[in-house]
């Protein structure tokens, strides 16, 4: 009978109920319940298509009960058939309008097609329906944050985590916009919360580590004991399990490349590898690039050209991932992540490569014991100063650790602003998350010390009036007024985002954490850049590439140093107009626009590894 079935299937016993729902539907094809406790049954042993067929089957014979569409509409969800799916949950809705799980699933499978405002509207009448819905709110926050609207997804992340104290999800999102909003401390305590539930969450640890690298309360020693912390919880129970390498260990010969990253869309990761690729001798290699972006665009699109080989893995799980980049016979797979958003260290922590190496995307040791290689330069890196911080053997290329490609459409460099303003405007156009309470405070007593300049904040989020009036709180509160700050969201094109610069004078860095990327195109457009150095690679990449245009002179070793630069830099505008009229001239004679000598560089690293990798398996002979 099918209470039989049911009673098996919940005693955990899948197979007997499995084997007494075939037996009900040999002699009763059209049995309903069957059916559905068939379905069930298949999802939860992960045979997904077989859990289609069934609750395919079942609609088919009683298309109007809505919780067989209900469980037809996951089924084609787990299929990766979210189209499919919204029809499904539309029709359960629409059998019964007061049905919540439908309008929830709705939702999330909404999202899945990139339609957030349906979504969202899915989510509402959840929680009209069921005020007390945990789940939705959390969903609600993530479309909102992926909107920018951040002020609006904190507070429905707190909403769930309220309702719902153990909603780790909520937590570790809610972590991630203070993160963004610049609020680390508050920050890190919901990652510590998150983890406290779910300590396997091996994303949200990561979290912590990249937040900790926008603190200024921790010292490089604990971030870097931090970060083998985390190799200690995540990694070592893997390393047992290495298993050796069928890589012939022939020193010279043809390698296979594999780049694995997140961030093959736009983003700053793919900027900055697109030159590379694209430069790569293939006489000597062969390059395949690793996939876990979730979204394509037309970045991808041209990323995916210059690959040799293209392998999506953002549908397989790690060991999935593993055993293909065996099967590929790669010989060095480099990371070009870190510990960011969706990383897949833990593919990492599986060593399916003989040599693996971090570069490029986060400026701090992975903690791996499994990565045997972190590229990097003798200013980012000086010899001697960093070497205990990583878990990593440090390569230090010859000239600089990154090599920068401005935009073809880059806008040409405009006159300076202040001899037509009459008043110097500063410029931040770091990630929001960057900019500390220190550096603020540096910031302010700059502009109190030229009390007629201006500062601009270009930065994702700042097109909303509740972020706006934060930051304008944040200056006032140390005695800079609104009228003095012209605060900007994100524009809708690179474009018009290196335009922006037209209207700025002088850059101001932010630290401990530099930046990367805002920093080239400060000089590429003209902009002088004010950094201030630190004792890691994170708060020393300005070192590296300032010094790389020969304006170390731009670099302060301290705070008073930072001031002393920026003021005296914004008096000077005789000199401010030179380097205005110089910049770009000067940046494309440097190393840091040498694309070819910078790839021979990166080719003689990675065959150097090689070689010594070879080297240790001769001695295990």
């Known amino acids: 009978t099918i209470d039989a079935a049911e009673q098996q299937y919940y005693a ?48 088919e014979i009683a298309p109007n009960l809505p919780v067989l569409r209900l469980n037809l509409g996951i089924a084609m969800k787990l299929v990766k058939k979210n189209e499919e799916a919204v029809a499904e949950f539309e029709e359960a809705v629409r059998l019964d309008r007061d049905y919540v799980p439908a309008w929830f699933q709705l939702g999330t499978a909404l999202e899945g097609i990139n339609k957030l405002d349906e979504a969202l509207q899915a989510y509402a009448t959840t929680i009209s329906l069921k005020p007390l819905h945990s789940e939705a709110f959390q969903r609600t926050g993530d479309i909102y944050q992926r909107q920018n609207r951040l002020d609006e997804a904190l507070e429905c992340y707190r909403k769930a985590f309220t309702i719902n104290p153990e909603s780790f999800a909520a937590y570790n999102n809610a972590g991630g916009v203070l993160k963004h909003l610049g609020r680390v401390h508050e920050s890190l305590e919901l990652f510590r919360k998150a983890l406290a539930i779910k300590p396997d969450l091996v994303l949200c640890a990561s979290n912590y580590l990249l937040t900790m690298l926008l603190s200024a309360d921790h010292s490089p020693v604990e971030i870097s004991n931090a970060h083998r912390e985390w190799s200690d919880t995540y990694e070592k129970p893997l390393l047992p399990h290495h298993e050796p390498h069928n890589n012939t260990p022939e020193s010279e010969k043809h390698l296979r490349i594999g780049y694995l990253s997140t961030d093959y869309k736009y983003h700053p ?21 690793y996939s876990n972006a979730d979204r ?14 293209w392998r999506p893995i953002y549908n397989l799980d790690d060991e999935q991932t593993c055993n293909l980049i065996r099967k590929d016979g790669i010989d060095i797979l480099i990371d070009l992540g870190g510990h960011t958003s969706k990383n897949r260290l833990p593919v990492f922590a599986r060593k399916p490569a003989p040599v693996q190496v971090t570069w490029l995307g986060y400026p701090a040791t992975t903690g791996l014991r499994s990565i045997d290689y972190r590229i990097t330069d003798t200013a980012a890196d000086p010899p001697g100063l960093t070497e205990h911080l990583y878990s990593e053997t440090l390569c230090r290329l010859p000239d600089n650790f990154i090599c920068y490609r401005p935009p073809a459409n880059s806008p040409p460099v405009g006159p300076l602003p202040c001899l037509a303003n009459g008043y110097v405007t500063f410029g931040v156009f770091n990630h929001f998350a960057k900019i500390t309470q220190e550096a603020i405070g540096l910031w302010c ?30 200056f006032d509160s140390q005695g800079i007024s609104e009228e003095r700050l012209e605060l900007v969201g994100k524009t809708p094109s690179i474009y018009s985002h290196l335009e922006m610069f037209g209207r700025v004078d002088i850059s101001l860095d932010t630290f401990p954490y530099n930046g990367t990327t805002t ?77 070819a000598g910078f790839t021979r560089n990166l080719e003689g690293a990675y065959r150097e590894m090689w070689r010594r990798w070879c080297a240790q398996q001769k001695k295990k002979l």
Request: proline share 3%; glycine share 4%; aromatic share 6%.
């Open 445 to 474: 007593r700059i502009l109190h010390l030229i009390p007629d300049a201006k500062l601009l904040i270009k930065a994702q989020g700042m097109e909303h009036d509740p972020m706006r009036k934060r930051v304008a709180e944040m």
């Open 296 to 309: 394509s665009d037309a970045i991808t699109t041209q990323l995916e050209r210059l690959a040799d080989v």
């Open 12 to 59: 955990g016993n899948l197979k007997e109920a499995e084997q007494a729902c075939n037996f009900l539907l040999e002699n009763e094809p059209d049995n309903i319940e069957a059916l559905f406790l068939l379905g069930n049954i298949a999802a939860q042993k992960g045979a997904f298509d077989d859990s289609l067929k069934h609750f395919s089957r079942a609609v």
């Open 519 to 595: 920093t080239c195109e400060s000089l590429w457009m003209g902009v002088p850049i004010i950094a201030k150095e630190g004792d890691s690679h994170v708060s020393r990449v300005s070192v590296s590439l300032l010094g790389n245009m020969g304006l170390s002179a731009l670099v302060a070793a301290t705070d008073e140093e930072y001031i002393a630069l920026a003021t005296f830099l914004a008096r000077d505008r005789r000199n401010l107009e030179i380097l205005r009229n110089n910049l770009r001239d000067r940046m494309r004679a440097s190393k840091l626009l040498d694309t």
């Open 269 to 289: 990761v793919a900027f900055f590898i697109e030159p590379i690729l694209a430069s790569h001798d293939r006489g000597n290699l062969t390059v395949y690039c």
